[in-house]
């Protein structure tokens, strides 16, 4: 079991730290031990992945294509972010994740009081030494939970942004590297806007992807129902399936999948689009290009590939793209998104064919 190692700053900070999946001491750099993460191959994270996300939907009810994306995200060394209506499971998603994949897990409430410091951490002087020495806050966690990212000011956000772009924090002119891996998932209610300050564009680019969980049918609706009956009052917790150290590994197996150019100048194509597209004041940014490939090639490693083919473009495209776009003010009124733009264009822009070729020029 992890022990925190700042109990008192985080429960300043209004943080709560889930002590149940802690395998790894937060606050070190680097993998669990002197040991690097296994190598693995791309079929190998395959079949962790399925494991982690059966696991996950033995909790969590009907939204297998919203975890799939997530991980996807963590694949991808990225941070995701969650856009949704209260009450429709974002917290438990997280908590569930951090779970499944034995990541130390620490749940910050954004609220319009914290202050970096209450998130970083600060400084403390203790009056027995005379000295200062460094209180580490949540942040120093592997998986943090960014609840209602929106309802805390532009500094505050911008310290943690800080911390997920450059995974360091810098404080008193000593720079301590975040635990590894490390990841951002972070929530924001997309209809209040009273009291709340919205993610600029800029900081909206930090994240590899958003995605939204949505009601579920009324059918799955009453499943997850029938399961809170039979468990009772317990809580629902997945088991552990793989360790960060295997984490790290899924990850860098993503490396071994090949972008073949024609399916990489679709990728190009596809994002310029959205720069050029009449709706959009500013399109996605480079970092937007990368981010779907890299997705993209996770989606082929779900898929059973160790080669990236449009359709696994597509897949993640909507949920790479759609939050970079800054569209024309008076498409707000008639509630158009950029995920609607990122869609439109999976229909025009044209798409390479399927047939792939290795490095040999060998069709596959």
Not at 65 to 92: C, N, S, Y
Not at 175 to 194: G, K
Not at 233 to 241: E, F, G, I, M, S
Not at 314 to 343: C, K
């Amino acid at each position: 079991m992890t022990t925190p190692q700042n109990p008192s700053a985080t429960q300043n900070a209004g943080a709560t730290q889930d002590p149940s999946p802690a395998s790894v001491t937060p606050g070190t750099s680097g993998t669990s031990g002197a040991q690097g993460p296994p190598a693995l191959r791309p079929e190998q994270t395959r079949e962790r992945a399925l494991a982690v996300l059966a696991e996950l939907e033995r909790v969590i009810v009907g939204k297998r294509g919203q975890l799939t994306l997530v991980l996807l995200g963590i694949l991808a060394d990225g941070h995701v972010l969650l856009e949704d209506l209260p009450g429709l499971g974002k917290t438990l998603l997280a908590r569930s994740f951090a779970h499944t994949l034995g990541l130390h897990f620490t749940r910050v409430q954004f609220t319009p009081d914290l202050l970096p410091q209450d998130l970083t951490g600060a400084s403390i002087y203790h009056q027995k030494t005379g000295e200062f020495a460094f209180r580490e806050g949540p942040v120093f966690t592997q998986l943090l939970l960014a609840d209602e990212i929106n309802r805390t000011p532009p500094k505050t956000q911008a310290a943690l942004l800080e911390a997920m772009e450059e995974r360091q924090v810098s404080a008193d002119g000593v720079t301590r590297a975040l635990p590894s891996p490390f990841v951002v998932l972070a929530t924001e209610n997309p209809i209040e806007y009273e009291g709340t300050y919205p993610l600029p564009e800029a900081q909206l680019d930090r994240f590899v992807l958003r995605t939204r969980l949505g009601y579920l049918t009324a059918e799955l609706e009453a499943d997850m129902v029938r399961r809170r009956l039979d468990r009772g009052a317990q809580r629902p917790v997945p088991n552990q399936v793989v360790e960060p150290a295997e984490l790290l590994a899924m990850s860098a197996s993503l490396e071994q999948v090949e972008v073949h150019d024609d399916v990489l100048a679709y990728v190009v194509a596809l994002v310029q689009a959205t720069r050029e597209h009449p709706k959009a004041q500013v399109g996605a940014s480079p970092r937007g290009t990368l981010a779907v490939t890299q997705l993209a090639r996770g989606a082929a490693v779900l898929a059973g590939r160790d080669y990236v083919t449009p359709e696994d473009v597509q897949q993640v495209a909507v949920a790479a793209l759609g939050h970079r776009l800054v569209l024309r003010p008076e498409l707000w009124v008639r509630r158009v998104s950029g995920e609607d733009v990122v869609a439109e264009l999976l229909g025009r822009v044209p798409t390479p064919s399927t047939r792939v070729f290795d490095r040999t020029g060998a069709a596959r």
